[in-house]
């Protein structure tokens, strides 16, 4: 299995909202990262979790709740959002950190939860 | 982080060879060269990367200059599904020893049948 999987495909929230974005992965990666990504622009990352403990957080607003509650799992909680949101949030896990697998330096996305807050 | 300097796009003749130029001036002795590609609508996708030599596998080769400030990604045989967004990439690893990637504007490269 060398797939990461995030669900749901598709989201439209309204700005009270609380929804949350899921992402699962069982290939024994210790990484997993957020990454927002505008229409026709570059991904930015969000978040690193390494060991289920987040370890890069790049000032993302407390709006957008990061959780790993185990090694194969990544949520991002999503509360009071705005429309400037509306994105692909993509996820992503690496080997880094598996013990005994060489670094690649490869990620492994899925293919995104497309985003839209009205 | 090093950035890089990408042309926003291409064109290149299916059958040919596709040659896509990253400028990374700034990258620093221990950060690598990585290379992305993203097809519509799809999460990206890692191709190659490198830290001083040329490297080659079954999708590309990649071309580090000597003094490391530019690299070229080649992809030997270009084919209709090459047709992407492709994004070179210098990174390093956190204290945590997990990747940092910070994404260009990239190269949409289009292959003409």
């Known amino acids: 299995d060398t797939e990461v999987t995030q669900t749901p495909k598709h989201l439209v929230m309204g700005m009270t909202n609380k929804k949350s974005l899921k992402c699962e992965q069982h290939m024994g990666h210790r990484a997993m990262y957020w990454y927002k990504q505008k229409a026709k622009k570059p991904p930015e990352l969000m978040f690193v979790?390494?060991?289920?403990?987040?370890?890069i957080n790049e000032s993302v607003p407390s709006r957008f709740s990061p959780e790993c509650p185990n090694s194969s799992l990544l949520n991002l909680h999503l509360h009071a959002l705005q429309p400037e949101d509306s994105a692909l949030y993509l996820c992503?896990?690496?080997?880094?950190?598996?013990?005994?697998?060489?670094?690649?330096?490869?990620?492994?996305f899925g293919e995104g939860s497309r985003l839209t807050v009205l | 982080d090093a950035k890089t300097t990408q042309p926003p796009s291409m064109d290149c003749a299916e059958g040919r060879a596709a040659n896509l130029p990253c400028n990374h001036s700034t990258i620093s002795g221990n950060e690598y060269v990585y290379w992305y590609r993203q097809i519509h609508s799809q999460g990206p996708q890692y191709i190659i990367h490198?830290?001083?030599n040329n490297e080659t596998n079954e999708m590309a080769s990649l071309i580090i200059t000597e003094d490391r400030k530019s690299s070229t990604l080649i992809l030997p045989h270009a084919t209709l599904r090459d047709t992407a967004v492709y994004y070179c990439?210098?990174?390093?690893?956190?204290?945590?020893?997990?990747?940092?990637?910070?994404f260009g504007t990239g190269t949409r490269l289009t292959i003409i049948p």
């Open positions: 490198g830290l001083k």
């Open positions: 990439i210098v990174g390093s690893q956190s204290n945590f020893g997990n990747e940092k990637l910070t």
């Open positions: 979790y390494s060991y289920e403990k987040l370890s």
């Open positions: 992503a896990s690496s080997p880094q950190g598996r013990p005994g697998l060489i670094n690649t330096g490869e990620l492994f």
